[in-house]
């Protein structure tokens, strides 16, 4: 038995059914269904006895408690987070509460879980932290790629909360010896993304016929990530990983934004042409870029191939064809993600586009 939290959300629902795709060790799944969390990421696992679902908080100490107390699992793997960094620039008290507080309630438990149980179980159990490359800050055009010795330099609220939760991980190993696992990812793509993130905001824009928003130039770089890979190297990680080492996660993909918009728009082109003829990137409009943007990222993840044997299965060329493809046969999950409040969200934020 695992425990997950965070398993409604993108990269934690397809961990989800990865994880029960290729193997038959139940996951119990607490999600507190934030708007960015979906019961419909899970539909397929509706009636499985392998997947026990629970809403709550992973700042709810005495719900995880509980369910550590009652399900006694081997594992506990954190996805759960605020992830967006816009939101995080209008309301960074949610990014601190959740970010900071709630993994610093949940490493507690989950430290008093740890130190209940029998030695052997004892030493087999693992926490993997699931972080971002965020922490590290922006690159020039020329450094070299992030690797798990770069200092942290943080500039959003996202990525300082997400730095301070890193931070209390590892203290929790140094000072009281839980054994934890971090895994540090680039840009993640693909299925059950929740369309405020570039690739899938772009996809339903374009399928609406509206204006494709594009920060600035366009030309802040990122690595792209299809998420079942990363979801194959958090598993490799909680197999293999040395405790209290981090793992920078990537995908060997480093793109522009404004490249990434305009592969979108010719798989669009291609596999759902607009009726006038014309090309999507007609849509693509330039906006004024977001406070204290981040130029470039980039992951070094030499180290996971190199003690662990593991490497991207997907090129960005079969992920982006695989996730446009997804999107374009999924239009009752892109259409009930689209609430009033997620309209209401994109109107405020891309307001000049």
């Not at 699931?130 to 010795?149: C, I, K, M, Q, R």
């Not at 259409?335 to 000049?352: D, L, P, T």
Request: charged content about 20%; proline content about 5%; glycine content about 10%.
């Amino acid at each position: 038995m695992i425990l997950v939290t965070g398993g409604a959300g993108f990269i934690g629902a397809n961990f989800v059914l990865d994880w029960l795709a290729q193997s038959d060790e139940p996951v119990v799944n607490l999600d507190k269904l934030t708007y960015a969390g979906n019961r419909e990421n899970l539909a397929s696992l509706q009636g499985d006895g392998r997947h026990i679902f629970v809403q709550g908080d992973i700042g709810d100490t005495s719900l995880v408690e509980r369910l550590l107390a009652g399900h006694r699992p081997r594992a506990v793997i954190n996805f759960a987070a605020e992830s967006h960094v816009d939101r995080s620039i209008h309301g960074p008290g949610e990014f601190i509460q959740t970010n900071v507080v709630g993994t610093f309630r949940l490493l507690d438990a989950v430290r008093g879980y740890w130190a209940g149980l029998e030695a052997e179980h004892r030493q087999a159990f693992r926490f993997l932290h699931v972080s971002t490359d965020e922490v590290y800050g922006s690159l020039a055009p020329h450094d070299p790629a992030f690797a798990e010795t770069n200092r942290y330099e943080p500039n959003s609220p996202y990525s300082a909360s997400k730095a301070a939760s890193d931070h209390l991980v590892r203290a929790w190993h140094h000072t009281y010896g839980l054994p934890v696992l971090t895994t540090n990812c680039s840009n993640n793509y693909g299925p059950y993304h929740f369309p405020e993130k570039l690739i899938p905001l772009m996809i339903v824009n374009a399928l609406a016929g509206k204006p494709l928003p594009v920060y600035g130039d366009g030309m802040q770089i990122r690595d792209w990530l299809y998420v079942k890979d990363h979801c194959s190297a958090i598993r490799t990680v909680l197999a293999g990983g040395r405790v209290g080492e981090t793992y920078n996660v990537g995908g060997w993909n480093e793109k522009p934004n404004i490249e990434i918009v305009q592969t979108v728009c010719a798989l669009l082109d291609e596999l759902r042409p607009r009726p006038d003829g014309q090309s999507y990137a007609g849509q693509i409009t330039y906006v004024t870029d977001r406070p204290g943007h981040d130029r470039r990222y980039a992951i070094d993840a030499r180290k996971l191939e190199r003690e662990l044997g593991w490497r991207p299965a997907e090129t960005f060329e079969t992920g982006i064809r695989k996730t446009v493809r997804w999107y374009l046969d999924n239009p009752d999950w892109v259409a009930h993600v689209q609430s009033g409040a997620y309209r209401e969200w994109v109107s405020k934020q891309y307001a000049s586009a």
